[in-house]
C-alpha cells in the first residue's frame, strides 16, 4: 500500500511539473513581451519598460519560472496588475464560492445519481428502467448554464422562491449563503448526475453477469443479498473514474455556472482577468484549478486501492 | 436413500428446447457421472437442479431433491437449499470468487447466511476449518488471503470449502478441473473423492471428459444434444460400450491416428541454449529490477519429417518458447536455427526464412480476423512467396489449400462465423499450409476442441504429414494427444527441458520425477 | 428492435440540424447582417415561426446559422482528436512498453488534467478569443480520449490469436495495426466517435456562451444563450430556441450512439438471439 501511494504521489508531482511550464509557457513565453501585451496597443514604451521591470520581466524565463514556482509553493501568488491587491487573498477570497458551489453539486449529483442507477439497474429491461434512462438522456443533452437560466426563470422571476443571482456572502449566515447556492448547484449537479447514473447502472449490470454472482447464489443468498454483498464494491471501481473525472468537469462548470447567476467565484474573476489581460491572475488561477483536478485524482488513485485489494499488494 | 430425482425434465430457454425428457437419480453416498460434448445440456442439467437458469426459462417435468420439488418451490425454500443442503462447484476458479473479499469472508458467507445467529468470529474459525479440509493449511493460507494471491487450484479449493461449509447433502461439480493443470486435476478429483466419502455427500459430476468420470463415478450419464443417450453403471457401459455414440466417444477419446512419416536425420529446427528472461515491476524505486526466467537454458532438436511433442503444464514456458522459436519474442541467450539459417529475434524474419515455419493456435474462434473472408484470410501467407500472383492463380492456391483440410473451393467466400469450431481449425491448418512451409508448429492446436472433431483434426494432421511430408512441433498440455501422434516428446517444467526421449519409452518409462508425477496425474480410461 | 428506433429517432433529430446547417449556405427566411430594431424582440408568429431576437433579426435563421458554427467546430474538433488519438494509441499498444508508450500515456494524463474550459482560457488568454480557439480547445481535449480508448482495444487485440497468426504471415507492426486491429476498432470508434461529437456541442455551446468561441456577429448558439440571458424575463422565447436546438442534436447524436453500440456489440446480439 505504501509503495502504492509512493508511485502515485511521485507521478502527482511530474504532472504537477508539466502542467505548471506549459500554463507559464503558454502565458509569458509565447506571447512575446507579455507587459506589452497587457497594457495593448496603445501603450508608451517607458509604461511597458516600467512594467517590465515591476514584473522582473528582464530575468531570463527560466529564472521567472522558478520565482513563480517558488512564489506559488510559499502561498505567493504575485500581485495582480489591474486591482493591485496580491493575487492569493482575491483567490482566497472567492474559493469560498466556487469551492463549496464544487462539492455541493458533487455531493447532490452522487446522492441522485446511486439510488437511481442501483434501481435501474436491478430492474434492468423493465418500465422503471426505462423511464429512467430516457430522462438520464435527456439529462446529458442539457447544456448546464441553460438548465441554469431556465431554473432563474421558474424559481426565481416565476416563483421568486430564489434570488435570480448574486453572493450575501458567508457572513449573512449559512443559511443564506447556502440558499444562493442552491439554483446554482442543482444546475451542476443534473447533468452530471445524469451520466453518473448510467454508468452506475452499466457497471453493475456488468458485475451481475460476473461468475462470482453466480456463485453467491449458490450459496443461497437472494438477488438483492447478493447486490449488495457482492456486486456495488465491484460496481465501483468504474464508477469512481468517472466520479474523479466529473470532479474536473464541475469545477469547469462551477466558472460557467457563476456567470448564470452573477457569483463572485473563481469563474468571475477569471473572465474579468481575461478582459483586462491580467495575465499573473490568469495563470494564478488556472494553476489553481489544474492542481485541483491533479489531487483529485490522486484521491481517486487512493480510493481504487480502498476498495480493490489487487492494487495494494504487498509485493 | 434417493437424494436427487430428476423425471421427464424439459428445459426452454426463450423457445428455444435445451433439455428434453431427462431423468437421472443419485443416492446418498454415490458419485455420478454426466458425461457430454459441449453443446450437451449438461452444465443446464445442473442449473435446473439449483433453480439458478438464465431469464426465460421454462421447465417441465419433476426435479426432487432431498424431499423438495424445486421446479415449484418458492424462491425463500430456494435460497434455504441453495449452499445448505445442494452445494455447487463451477469451471472457472479464476472468476468464481469476489476479487475484493477475503477467503475467510467469503467462505464464512456461506455459514452465516443459513446460520444468521452465529457470532462472526466462529464463522470465521469454522470457514477456517473448512478451507484446512480442503487442504489449504491456515499457517499457510489465513482467511486474510484475497483470491488474486492464490493459483488457479488453489482459489478451487476455496470454492469447494464454501460449498461444503455446512457439510451440504448433495454436491454438484460442473466441469470442476477442466481449467486446471493435470497434476492439480489429480489432486482436486482426490479431494472429491475423499469430501464424498468422509460425508456421505451425492456427488453429481459433470464433464467432458471420459476419463475424469471413469475414475470417479459409480453411475454414468451420456448425453448428447439435450438428451440422455445411454445410463447405467460406470464398470458396465465402458464394457459393453452398447449405444453407437457411447463407442464413438470413447473410440474418439483414445483414438491414435495411422502414420507413416519418414523421419530423415536432417535437423530442420535445432533450439541452441535459449533464454528469455522478463524484467518484473521494480519492488521499489531504488532497488534494481528483478527477473522472471521463463525458458532456461533450452536446446532441442527437430528432424526433417519428424513429429515432436512439447509437453508442460500452464506457466511452465512452453508458449513463450513456441513465441520465441516463432521469431515473435526477444531472448536474451541462445539462438535458434531453422534449416540451418538463424532466426533473428524481435526483427522481421526474411520472408523466405518465414514461409518455411508456419503455426497453427488452439483458438478456433479467436485465431481469425472476424471481419475477413475466408479467402483473405488464409492467403495472407501468400506475400511471402515474394512473387506475384494473378487473381486466378491465388483462388486457385486458395481452393487447393482449403481441398486439402477437407473443405471446398467455395468456402473461400464465407466468413469464418458461418464455420463450426472444427472447421475453423481446418481453415487455420489451411492457412498454415499454403505457403507449403517444412514445419508447423501445433499450439494447442486440438485443446479447444470436443473429442470427437478432435480425433477428426488429428487424422487429418496425420494425413497431411504422410502425404507432404510436414514436420510438426507438438505443444500441448494434453499428454493423450501428445502420446498418439508423437514420435519425439520433450518433457517441459519450470523454463527447463527435464525429460527427452522416444514418446513410447517416455510414456512407458518416464525417467525424471516430474514426468512420473505427470503421467500419473492423467486420468486413463478403463 | 428498441435498438433501431433509437438509431432512426437519433439520426432524425441530429440530422434535421445538420441539413439545416448545410441548407443555411443556400437559403435562410431572412437575412440575419441588416438589423431591423421596429421588428425587435416579437413572439413566435406565422412571419417569423420562432420570432426575432433583440435586433429584430428572425430566429429560426440565426439557429440554422448557429447550427453551421456548432457543428463545424464539433466536427473539426473531434476530427483533430480522431485524427491525433488514434495513431497515437495505434503506437502506444504496437509498442506496450516501450518509451514511446510511456511518454502517450503521461501525455494523456497531464491532458485530462485540463478541462477543455481550461485550455480554451489559456489559449484565449495569449491569442484572444475566436472559433478556432474553440476548436483547438476542445480538439486538444479529444485527442487523450481517443488515445487512451485506441490503445487499451488495442491491446486487447494484440493479445488475440489471429494477431499472432498474421506476425507468422510475416506482416510487420505497421501493416498489422492498419490491415487487422484498425478495422476491428472502427465499430468502436464510431460510436465513441458519435458521442464525443455530441459533447463536444455541448462544450462548444458553453465557450461561446462565455465569449471563448465564435465573436459576433457570426452566431452560435452558445452566444444567442448569452445574448437571451438578460433578457430572459421579457422574452424567454429567445433563451428556447438556441436552447432546444442543443438538446436535440445531442439527445440525437447520444440516441444515435448508443442504438450504434448495441447493434455493434457482439456481447448484446448474442443476448438478443
Known amino acids: 500500500m505504501t509503495r502504492y501511494i509512493l508511485t502515485r504521489l511521485s507521478s502527482l508531482l511530474i504532472s504537477l511539473v508539466i502542467a505548471s511550464i506549459v500554463i507559464f509557457g503558454l502565458i509569458e513565453i509565447i506571447p512575446g513581451d507579455p507587459a506589452a501585451f497587457m497594457l495593448g496597443i496603445n501603450a508608451q514604451e517607458d509604461t511597458i519598460d516600467a512594467l517590465r521591470a515591476e514584473l522582473g520581466l528582464d530575468a531570463s524565463p527560466i529564472a521567472r519560472y522558478f520565482a513563480w514556482v517558488s512564489g506559488m509553493v510559499t502561498g505567493d501568488f504575485g500581485t495582480s496588475y489591474t486591482y493591485r491587491t496580491p493575487v492569493t487573498e482575491m483567490i482566497a477570497e472567492r474559493l469560498w464560492i466556487s469551492l463549496p458551489l464544487a462539492l455541493i453539486a458533487l455531493a447532490l449529483s452522487t446522492l441522485i445519481a446511486f439510488p437511481v442507477g442501483i434501481l435501474a439497474a436491478s430492474k434492468r429491461g423493465s418500465i422503471t428502467d426505462t423511464v429512467i434512462m430516457g430522462f438520464t438522456q435527456l439529462g446529458v443533452a442539457i447544456p448546464n448554464f441553460w438548465f441554469a437560466m431556465l431554473m432563474v426563470l421558474v424559481f426565481a422571476i416565476n416563483l421568486r422562491w430564489f434570488s435570480a443571482g448574486g453572493f450575501p456572502g458567508w457572513d449573512d449566515g449559512l443559511f443564506a449563503g447556502l440558499k444562493a447556492l442552491t439554483l446554482p448547484a442543482i444546475s451542476l449537479a443534473l447533468p452530471q448526475a445524469s451520466i453518473l447514473a448510467r454508468v452506475m447502472r452499466s457497471a453493475l449490470i456488468d458485475t451481475l453477469d460476473e461468475d462470482f454472482m453466480r456463485t453467491a447464489r449458490a450459496k443461497g443468498l437472494t438477488q438483492r443479498q447478493a447486490i449488495r454483498r457482492h456486486a456495488l464494491r465491484n460496481a465501483m471501481i468504474p464508477v469512481l473514474t468517472i466520479i474523479g473525472l466529473q470532479f474536473s468537469f464541475l469545477l469547469a462548470g462551477a466558472i460557467i455556472i457563476e456567470n448564470v447567476f452573477f457569483l463572485p467565484g473563481l469563474g468571475r474573476l477569471i473572465f474579468q482577468a481575461i478582459s483586462q489581460r491580467d495575465l499573473i491572475v490568469v495563470e494564478s488561477v488556472v494553476m489553481l484549478l489544474v492542481f485541483a483536478v491533479i489531487v483529485v485524482n490522486f484521491a481517486v488513485d487512493i480510493a481504487y486501492a480502498l476498495v480493490d485489494p489487487r492494487l495494494r499488494r504487498k509485493a | ?526 | 428492435m428498441k435498438t433501431y428506433q433509437n438509431i432512426v429517432l437519433g439520426a432524425l433529430l441530429s440530422g434535421i440540424f445538420m441539413v439545416a446547417a448545410i441548407v443555411s449556405f443556400v437559403w435562410i427566411p431572412y437575412d440575419i447582417e441588416s438589423l431591423n430594431i421596429a421588428e425587435r424582440m416579437r413572439p413566435p408568429t406565422m412571419v417569423h415561426p420562432l420570432g426575432t431576437d433583440h435586433f429584430g433579426r428572425d430566429i429560426l435563421s440565426m439557429v440554422m446559422v448557429g447550427a453551421r458554427t456548432s457543428i463545424a467546430v464539433a466536427l473539426v474538433a473531434v476530427g483533430i482528436g480522431m485524427g491525433l488519438g488514434v495513431p497515437l494509441g495505434l503506437a502506444a499498444a504496437a509498442q506496450k512498453g516501450s518509451l514511446l508508450d510511456e511518454i502517450i500515456g503521461r501525455g494523456n494524463d497531464l491532458v485530462f488534467a485540463f478541462p477543455s474550459l481550461l485550455i480554451a482560457i489559456l489559449i484565449t488568454a495569449t491569442f484572444g478569443p475566436s472559433a478556432l480557439n474553440a476548436i483547438i480547445a476542445i480538439g486538444i481535449f479529444n485527442v487523450p480520449v481517443f488515445a487512451r480508448l485506441t490503445r487499451g482495444s488495442a491491446l486487447s487485440l494484440w493479445k488475440r490469436e489471429f494477431i499472432m497468426a498474421a506476425q507468422v504471415s510475416g506482416k510487420n507492426t505497421v501493416r498489422i495495426s492498419v490491415e487487422h486491429i484498425l478495422p476491428n476498432l472502427s465499430n468502436l470508434l464510431i460510436v465513441q466517435g458519435t458521442i464525443q461529437f455530441s459533447l463536444a456541442i455541448l462544450a462548444e455551446a458553453a465557450l461561446s456562451y462565455v465569449g471563448l468561441g465564435a465573436q459576433p456577429p457570426t452566431p452560435s448558439w452558445g452566444r444567442m444563450l448569452a445574448d437571451s440571458q438578460t433578457m430572459i424575463s421579457l422574452a424567454p422565447h429567445l433563451a428556447l430556441a438556441p436552447g432546444l436546438a442543443i438538446v436535440f442534436t445531442v439527445l440525437g447524436l447520444n440516441l444515435l450512439g448508443d442504438g450504434l453500440r448495441d447493434v455493434f456489440d457482439p456481447r448484446l446480439r448474442r443476448e438478443r438471439t
Request: aromatic letters at 4%; glycine letters at 6%.
Open chain 2, 1 to 526: 436413500m434417493t437424494l436427487l430425482r430428476i423425471e421427464n425434465l424439459s428445459l426452454k430457454i426463450r423457445g428455444i428446447p435445451i433439455l428434453n425428457d431427462i431423468s437421472m437419480s443419485l443416492d446418498e453416498g454415490r458419485v455420478l457421472g454426466v458425461i457430454g460434448e459441449s453443446g450437451s445440456g449438461k452444465s443446464m442439467t445442473a442449473f435446473s437442479i439449483l433453480q439458478l437458469l438464465p431469464k426465460g426459462s421454462t421447465t417441465t417435468g419433476r426435479l426432487c431433491v432431498d424431499g423438495l420439488d424445486t421446479l415449484e418451490a418458492s424462491e425463500e425454500d430456494l435460497c434455504k437449499m441453495r449452499g445448505n443442503d445442494v452445494s455447487i462447484v463451477f469451471q472457472e476458479p479464476m472468476t468464481a470468487l469476489n476479487p475484493l473479499k477475503n477467503i475467510g469472508q467469503q467462505v464464512a458467507e456461506s455459514i452465516l447466511i443459513h446460520e444468521p445467529n452465529t457470532k462472526r468470529s466462529d464463522a470465521l474459525e469454522r470457514a477456517q476449518e473448512a478451507l484446512q479440509r480442503c487442504e489449504l493449511p491456515a499457517s499457510r493460507f489465513p482467511t486474510t488471503l484475497y483470491p488474486h494471491e492464490l493459483s488457479g487450484g488453489q482459489r478451487q479449493r476455496v470454492v469447494i470449502a464454501l460449498a461444503i461449509a455446512l457439510r451440504p447433502k448433495l454436491l454438484i461439480a460442473d466441469e470442476p478441473t477442466t481449467a486446471l493443470d493435470v497434476t492439480t486435476q489429480a489432486e482436486i478429483l482426490g479431494l472429491l473423492k475423499r469430501l464424498v466419502e468422509e460425508d456421505g455427500m451425492g456427488l453429481l459430476l459433470i464433464s467432458h471428459d471420459l476419463a475424469v468420470v471413469a475414475d470417479m463415478a459409480d453411475d454414468i450419464v451420456i448425453m448428447k444434444d439435450g438428451q440422455i443417450v445411454e445410463s447405467g453403471a460406470a464398470a458396465s457401459i465402458f464394457q459393453e460400450l452398447k449405444h453407437p455414440y457411447t463407442r464413438a466417444l470413447y473410440e474418439a477419446s483414445s483414438h491414435v491416428p495411422e502414420r507413416t512419416q519418414q523421419s530423415a536425420r536432417r535437423p530442420l529446427l535445432t533450439v541452441r541454449d535459449v533464454v528469455r528472461d522478463y524484467q518484473l515491476p521494480r519492488r521499489s524505486l531504488f532497488s534494481a529490477p528483478e527477473h522472471f526466467r521463463a525458458v532456461d537454458h533450452v536446446s532441442f532438436e527437430v528432424f526433417k519429417g519428424e513429429s515432436v511433442g512439447l509437453v508442460g503444464e500452464s506457466g511452465c514456458g512452453k508458449s513463450t518458447l513456441t513465441r520465441a522459436i516463432l521469431g515473435l519474442e526477444q531472448i536474451q541467450e541462445g539462438e535458434v536455427f531453422l534449416n540451418g539459417t538463424v532466426i533473428q529475434h524481435g526483427k522481421q524474419m526474411k520472408h523466405s526464412l518465414r514461409r518455411q515455419m508456419q503455426a497453427v493456435f488452439q483458438d478456433p474462434y479467436g485465431s481469425f480476423n472476424p471481419r475477413h473472408h475466408v479467402g483473405r484470410l488464409i492467403s495472407e501467407p501468400l506475400h511471402l512467396l515474394g512473387e506475384a500472383m494473378t487473381t486466378i492463380d491465388k483462388q486457385e492456391t486458395i481452393a487447393a489449400a482449403l481441398r486439402a483440410v477437407g473443405l471446398t473451393s467455395d468456402d473461400q467466400y464465407k466468413y469464418i462465423h458461418e464455420f463450426s469450431g472444427g472447421q475453423r481449425q481446418r481453415i487455420a491448418i489451411a492457412r498454415a499450409l499454403i505457403v507449403e512451409p517444412e514445419l508447423i508448429l501445433l499450439d494447442e492446436a486440438t485443446s479447444a476442441l470436443d473429442v470427437s472433431i478432435r480425433a477428426q483434426i488429428l487424422d487429418l494432421l496425420a494425413d497431411l504429414a504422410t502425404t507432404r511430408g510436414l514436420t510438426y512441433l507438438f505443444i500441448s498440455h494434453d499428454l493423450s494427444v501428445v502420446r498418439s501422434i508423437t514420435d519425439r516428446v520433450l518433457v517441459m517444467s519450470a523454463g527447463k527441458i527435464v525429460e527427452e526421449g522416444a514418446t513410447n519409452d517416455v510414456f512407458e518409462r518416464p525417467r525424471h520425477a516430474y514426468t512420473k508425477e505427470l503421467i500419473a496425474a492423467s486420468p486413463t480410461l478403463p
